[in-house]
């Protein structure tokens, strides 16, 4: 989607070119108890992608020059999960408060110059417009030491409160606990992320003191700390939605709701049917093309590429794979990573894909599985038929050519390669190659002994009738 603000005077291309570089400290040291997994809070993934690559990922839309990545607990899963995201790391080896966390950036950060923007790693749906929005806030005329991000939730219930003027320039940020009724009025939130100048943040954050009931070092303290200096602050504000934090099971399944309402919409405007678009998901790389059909019930895995005018039918569930202009995928069709359907292919219901080409054309119906195979254009493979690719040990292919016909509940032994043109009858079990355009038998001659049936039957019923 486009992220513009009309009131700034900015839009989805200007995000790109922003006067000041960018760098991000975003914490990620807690210990995440709520969420009752091994696994670490910010790995847990929307649209299945970790939280933290998400926000990374959108915070590439800006300037970003630097991130670090503030570790403590399960640090080594953290850096492992983001190793290749061009992140650096610092730790925090005592929980002392965010502005301690935000503080052990410091010294690798040392010699950067722009903007710098601390946030919490549990926010996946945060935007890079909205930090964009912030950094044009801390460039206007009256210079704020610092810029909040700020909210209105439909129930404030015991957020910090931002008392701010019309012109955003904050009065008074207060925790719920110490605020007075009157202040507790004020339905602008405190949503945690805030950004300053390289030049001001780590004097703000080693200004903070600890004098508070939790003996922590908070970072929204910076704003405290600037307002002693005689410098205002100010407060941007983002949508609930935008803002909402990941602390437990449930709030990551609203999290992943949101992040998937979002991309129905965009692959709608962009031009993708979605027949019932609440019962459609989307990974968070899905690449779907224009003018394609999505029934209802369809699961998108990572890594999936849909050409135009292609039909997805009821009740699939593709990962990995490829499926070119004016494919037929399903009902009840499964694609693992690998699958690739040229144009115009068709697979119907209750067929697999694994590593397998299906040919421009060609067309798998029925309760079949295709794994480590190549399928030549035009071929049709009949129900019930399977590559057997796998003896325990290795894997092998299957070569199909063009225009085969591969009958009925055959079995294909691989490696094997059925010719062109070739017609391979039903209920063969084929372990040899098959010539172009041969036909190959592989089963007992048929043969009919008259009126045995009958025999039998009668035979049968006296014995039953006598007992």
């Not at 009309?6 to 914490?27: Q, V």
């Not at 003191?209 to 941007?236: F, H, I, K, M, W």
């Not at 057997?388 to 490696?415: H, M, Q, W």
Request: charged share 25%.
């Amino acid at each position: 989607m486009p992220w513009g603000f009309n009131g700034l005077g900015f839009g989805s291309d200007d995000i790109m070119t922003m006067e000041r570089p960018l760098a991000a400290i975003i914490l990620a040291a807690g210990q995440g108890t709520r969420m009752k997994s091994r696994l670490h809070k910010v790995l847990h993934p929307i649209a299945g992608r970790p939280m933290l690559q998400h926000l990374v990922a959108e915070f590439r839309k800006l300037d970003l020059q630097r991130t670090v990545v503030i570790t403590g607990a399960s640090a080594e899963s953290v850096e492992t999960a983001m190793s290749n995201e061009n992140c650096e790391f610092a730790r925090q080896n005592e929980q002392l408060g965010t502005a301690h966390a935000a503080l052990q950036a410091k010294s690798a950060l040392s010699g950067f110059a722009g903007d710098i923007l601390v946030c919490f790693g549990d926010v996946p749906l945060l935007k890079a417009a909205t930090i964009a929005k912030m950094q044009e806030r801390l460039r206007a005329n009256d210079a704020p030491a610092s810029v909040v991000l700020g909210f209105r939730p439909q129930d404030a219930k015991a957020y910090g409160r931002v008392i701010a003027n019309s012109d955003g320039q904050i009065e008074k940020m207060i925790e719920y606990k110490d605020a007075t009724d009157e202040e507790r009025q004020c339905d602008l939130c405190n949503a945690g992320p805030i950004l300053a100048r390289s030049e001001d943040l780590f004097d703000l954050l080693e200004a903070i003191d600890n004098d508070n009931a939790q003996g922590e070092y908070y970072l929204p303290d910076v704003v405290t700390v600037a307002d002693s200096q005689g410098r205002s602050s100010a407060v941007v504000e983002a949508d609930e939605s935008e803002v909402a934090g990941v602390n437990d099971k449930l709030d990551l399944a609203v999290a992943d709701a949101l992040w998937q309402a979002e991309k129905r919409e965009e692959v709608m405007r962009a031009g993708v049917t979605l027949r019932d678009p609440g019962s459609v998901f989307f990974s968070w790389d899905t690449d779907i093309a224009a003018d394609v059909m999505v029934e209802p019930y369809v699961v998108f895995g990572p890594g999936v590429t849909v050409d135009e005018g292609a039909n997805i039918r009821a009740h699939s569930h593709l990962e990995g794979c490829r499926i070119g202009p004016c494919c037929e995928v399903g009902p009840f069709a499964r694609l693992r990573p690998g699958a690739v359907l040229e144009e115009g292919s068709k697979i119907g219901n209750f067929v697999e894909m694994k590593k397998a080409v299906l040919g421009k054309g060609a067309k798998a119906n029925h309760l079949t599985y295709l794994g480590d195979a190549d399928i030549g254009a035009g071929a049709n493979i009949g129900a019930g038929t399977i590559t057997c690719n796998y003896d325990g040990y290795f894997k092998y292919r299957t070569e199909i050519g063009e225009n085969a016909f591969v009958g009925s509940n055959s079995a294909l032994v691989a490696p094997v390669k059925i010719g062109k043109g070739a017609i391979v009858g039903a209920g063969a079990t084929v372990t040899q190659d098959v010539a172009d355009d041969a036909l190959a038998l592989v089963r007992a001659e048929q043969t009919e002994k008259q009126g045995w049936a009958k025999r039998f039957r009668d035979a049968m019923l006296a014995k039953k009738n006598k007992g």
